[in-house]
């Protein structure tokens, strides 16, 4: 694999020596022996109108709304193939709009701790090029490496994706369905043309109150990283049979690092027009095993997936299929 460029962030450093400048005048010193005796007995913050704060978040979600509900390309997904898909989508392409689409609240997927609750996180190489690209520190164990905390991993990623101003993420939110279009061309006679959406509170409780209807976003390209099969995971998959089409699942099989992490990034594509598949929900796919703690296979699928989506939305280009 070639060498990812670096981009490189001077890190941003406050103006004031030694504490943090407060709206009120004040300094709060970072030692302890500087805290003069009631420095803080006059602090107050700026006021505000409860109304404000309300505005403020619903006019904005408001209008991501609108602006998303035709998207470039749509990730279902924030796990670590997912976000390393965004990751690389944005920076490669800063003019197409990429929404996200998480059904947890925590971004993250499985990717805050390594296994069985550990924390390291570890990767085989060559995932050591997408750290590197990242500005991730590691330990080099020679055909693999450490990072410290799997949280250090997720959270400089979700940060880096949600800073590209191309990128938005809706967490709490669900799937529900795909949105599909005739193509008699393409096995089972469809191509994917978006998502369907839904509140993930109002997903799981379809079966004890009257009918929720959803929402919908239009994309010309779906990357669907879900994970293995679970209360959320392969769901794109698992409808792809249910609408008929694909066959059948192959099932996951059971854990072979050495086999499992080639077998997933090789395999990441295209699974039917409009969807690509990443990440774990490919192992339910192929009858992939099963990685275990490791998570270099999560990012690099995420690079092959970014690389397959500008192909598959170039082509939908080309053909006015958007």
């Known amino acids: 694999m070639a060498p990812i460029a670096v981009d490189v962030v001077e890190p941003t450093v406050l103006p004031h020596k030694g504490g943090i400048p407060l709206g009120n005048g004040k300094v709060h010193a970072t030692g302890g022996a500087q805290v003069a005796e009631g420095k803080w007995k006059e ?14 978040m619903t006019r904005r ?11 470039d390309i749509v990730i279902v997904g924030a796990g670590s193939c997912g976000l390393s898909t965004a990751y690389m989508l944005a920076k490669a392409r800063p003019d197409l709009k990429i929404a996200i689409i998480e059904a947890g609240v925590a971004p993250g997927g499985g990717a805050w701790l ?8 570890v990767m085989r190489k060559p995932a050591d090029k997408f750290l590197t690209d990242l500005g991730m520190p590691f330990e080099d164990e020679g055909a693999y490496v450490v990072v410290k905390h799997a949280a250090l991993f997720t959270s400089t990623l979700l940060s880096k994706v949600l800073s590209f101003p191309n990128v938005k993420l809706f967490n709490a939110t669900s799937v529900e369905d795909l949105i599909t279009r005739r193509d008699d061309s393409a096995p089972g006679g469809l191509r994917v043309a978006g998502v369907v959406t839904n509140w993930t509170l109002v997903s799981m409780h379809h079966d004890d109150q009257s009918c929720m209807d959803p929402n919908t976003i239009n994309a010309p390209v779906v990357i669907s990283t879900t994970g293995h099969d679970g209360p959320f995971g392969a769901f794109s998959v698992k409808r792809l049979v249910s609408m008929q089409a694909i066959e059948k699942l192959g099932g996951m099989r059971g854990l072979d690092m050495n086999v499992a992490e080639d077998a997933i990034v090789k395999g990441t ?5 409009g969807l690509i598949c990443g990440g774990m929900e490919l192992s339910e796919v192929d ?7 490791t998570f270099g296979a999560m990012a690099l699928s995420g690079v092959k997936a970014a690389e397959e989506a500008l192909a598959v939305f170039e082509e939908r280009k080309k053909e006015n299929a958007y």
């Not at 602090?43 to 403020?56: G, L, M, N, T, Y």
């Not at 979600?61 to 998207?71: N, Q």
């Not at 390594?114 to 996180?121: D, E, I, K, T």
């Not at 594509?269 to 027009?273: L, M, Y």
């Open 61 to 71: 979600y408001f209008e991501d709304l609108d602006t998303y509900a035709e998207s």
């Open 269 to 273: 594509r295209e699974i039917v027009p």
């Open 287 to 293: 009858g992939a095993n099963r990685m275990g703690p």
């Open 114 to 121: 390594g296994g069985q609750l550990f924390s390291a996180m």
């Open 43 to 56: 602090f107050s913050f700026e006021p505000i109108r409860e109304s404000q704060v309300s505005r403020a």
